[in-house]
């Protein structure tokens, strides 16, 4: 009994609790990153079906009309890569990659322009998604810059 409340004692030490918060967040990382390659390969996989079903069916080979649906499965797939490879960044260096979040979200924003319907779209709408475009690249360049010199 003595040791058992000794070993709960010691779990409330602040350096094994830490040890425990890690390995939890380790164990969620993975259990994220099986998550994300069955949601990339269900992806694939309607991305795939989609482009089939449009060039076989009649009216044959009309994928010009949907070609904007076709680029955003494209890009919500490169978006899930981009999530993948945070994802294990993080297991590999247990630190979350400021770059790679930027380019995930600059690639996100993207995706969203390309797809975006201007008739149904408001002039405020194509203000806030510029402005977000130029603060994303923004803050891509100062990461960019100070991790390069970082480097030398």
């Not at 040890?19 to 996989?45: G, R």
């Amino acid at each position: 009994m003595k040791k058992l409340i000794r070993q709960i004692f010691g779990l409330t030490k602040d350096e094994n609790f830490m040890h425990a918060i890690e390995n939890i967040e380790v164990i969620v990382s993975k259990i994220l990153s099986i998550f994300m390659v069955i949601v990339i390969l269900v992806a694939i996989v309607d991305l795939g079906t989609y482009i089939v079903k449009e060039v076989f069916t009649t009216p044959y080979g009309l994928i010009n009309t949907t070609l904007f649906k076709v680029f955003g499965l494209f890009l919500n797939i490169l978006i899930a890569l981009e999530i993948l490879e945070n994802i294990t960044a993080y297991l590999k260096r247990h630190v979350f990659q400021v770059e790679l979040v930027i380019v995930t979200s600059l690639i996100a924003v993207a995706r969203k322009i390309i797809i975006l319907d201007l008739d149904k779209v408001k002039g405020l709408d194509i203000i806030g998604l510029g402005t977000a475009v130029l603060a994303l690249s923004i803050s891509y360049l100062i990461i960019r810059f100070s991790n390069s010199k970082d480097r030398y």
